[in-house]
């Protein structure tokens, strides 16, 4: 089993791998690029890329959706999520986005755009330090789950200046496995009409899993599969209850499905984050009587959470999200979930296509992911991220452009 400290990014050596197309370095500090396959683009990037920043500076990012998001926890009737933006010296612009989720990211979106101000103004003071060392400075100022949405969203705009700066698709230096990925995509807490109609639609548009949000009803849950299932009768079902269900209620839901003759591909998060026996009991029995894998998703905010689960055999999969753990700490996870033959599921909070493209390309790099949950741009009424990825139905495809490819106009952002 592999404790915190030995798998800790900084300031010890990278222990995540990835192996990795490896570029060369366009900076002072070039090295060879070593003939092994198993060496990282993006680890020797770490070592070798010496950050200049001429620029950072953050604005909240405020988009209507299309409807409320209603989950077991909390409902969202619109996007304020913040911005970055990172120029290197030599011109090479980097976007993120920090993602606000209420009682899911520790952080609003006041304290975002404060802690994000405060990186940004760090940023430009330790310029001629090593990409690695820069991160670990983002890193000690913003620890933690208390801030890793803008850890995440700082990562994310300099990693894909980085990336610009050496011109790589971010998807080929986490990988190459793919320039694609096939998503789900979500239908909220809503009437059993409603439910049923957006199922119809999302039929039309070629998603084969639908992934609904229970939890907060057990009765209206079952009304909801039932009209769905009518609707949409040869999809693939994801339920996600964001902890909204008891043990026994988690166990019931799943034995009504079967006298239905519905099997989920995933049952996520049954239970409170902090029902560790909970959560194993589901997920024992989930798979023990119909198969069914059991995902940690709030219950898995870092290394420690994927320890605990791996030794108590808790759930099948982890769902990482870049908002809970940040970049770093999501490749740390990833690499210790991948080492004690857990699955992986790549999420998102509500993003617009910089954070969703961002993890997109990481997911299609590294090739990894048995489950994919990046649909939340498609849930929102306006889009203001300019290029980046395509998307064809329930697949989005990433173009050789450098980086992730997308941006904002920056006078138009609040």
């Known amino acids: 089993m592999f404790s915190q400290s030995a798998i800790s990014f900084f300031p010890k050596p990278l222990k995540f791998q990835l192996p990795i197309f490896n570029p060369y370095v366009k ?7 070593p003939s092994s396959t198993t060496n990282s683009g993006f680890k020797n990037l770490l070592e070798t890329f010496t950050v200049e920043v001429h620029k950072a500076e953050n604005r909240p990012l405020n988009v209507p959706l299309i409807s409320p998001f ?5 409902r969202l009737d619109k996007v304020e999520n913040v911005a970055i933006k990172i120029e290197l010296k030599d011109g090479c612009v980097g976007w993120g986005e920090a993602p606000i989720l209420p009682f899911v990211t520790a952080e609003d ?17 330790c310029s001629f330090m090593t990409l690695g060392a820069v991160l670990g400075e983002v890193s000690d100022l913003l620890p933690g789950h208390q801030f890793a949405s803008v850890r995440a969203g700082v990562e994310m705009a300099l990693i894909d200046a980085v990336a610009k700066s050496i011109g790589v698709p971010l998807w080929r230096l986490f990988g190459g496995a793919s320039n694609t990925i096939t998503t789900d995509i979500t239908i909220p807490i809503v009437s059993p009409a409603e439910a049923a109609a957006l199922a119809s639609k999302y039929h039309r ?9 229970v939890g907060k009803n057990l009765k209206a849950d079952i009304d909801v599969l039932h009209a769905i299932r009518a609707a949409h009768p040869d999809c693939s079902f994801i339920l996600d209850a964001n902890e909204g269900y008891r043990p026994e209620e988690a166990i019931k839901v799943l034995k009504k499905l079967h006298e239905m003759g519905v099997t989920p591909v995933l049952f996520e998060q049954p239970v409170h984050r902090d029902d560790w026996e909970g959560l194993g009991c589901v997920s024992h029995f989930a798979k023990s009587k119909y198969g069914v894998s059991v995902a940690a998703d709030e219950s898995c905010r870092n290394l420690a959470d994927v320890e605990k689960i791996v030794q108590g055999e808790l759930a099948d999969v982890v769902n990482i999200k870049l908002a809970k753990v940040g970049v770093v700490g999501s490749l740390e996870i990833i690499d210790l979930a991948r080492a004690s033959s857990l699955d992986l599921m790549i999420g998102g909070m509500v993003e617009t296509r910089l954070a969703m493209g961002f993890a997109g390309h990481l997911a299609a790099g590294l090739g990894c992911f048995k489950f994919v949950d990046l649909d939340t741009p ?3 009424a306006e889009d203001p991220v300019l290029d980046g990825y395509e998307v064809l139905g329930a697949v989005y495809k990433f173009t050789d452009a450098t980086g992730h490819g997308s941006y904002l106009h920056w006078e138009n952002v609040a």
Do not use: Y
């Open 109 to 125: 979106q006041p304290t975002a755009m404060v802690k994000a101000k405060e990186a940004c103004e760090m940023l430009k003071s």
């Open 378 to 380: 498609l849930l929102l």
């Open 70 to 74: 209603t989950i077991a926890t909390s």
């Open 27 to 33: 900076n002072s500090m070039q090295v060879p690029v």
């Open 205 to 213: 548009q070629g998603f084969k899993t639908l992934k609904l949000k």
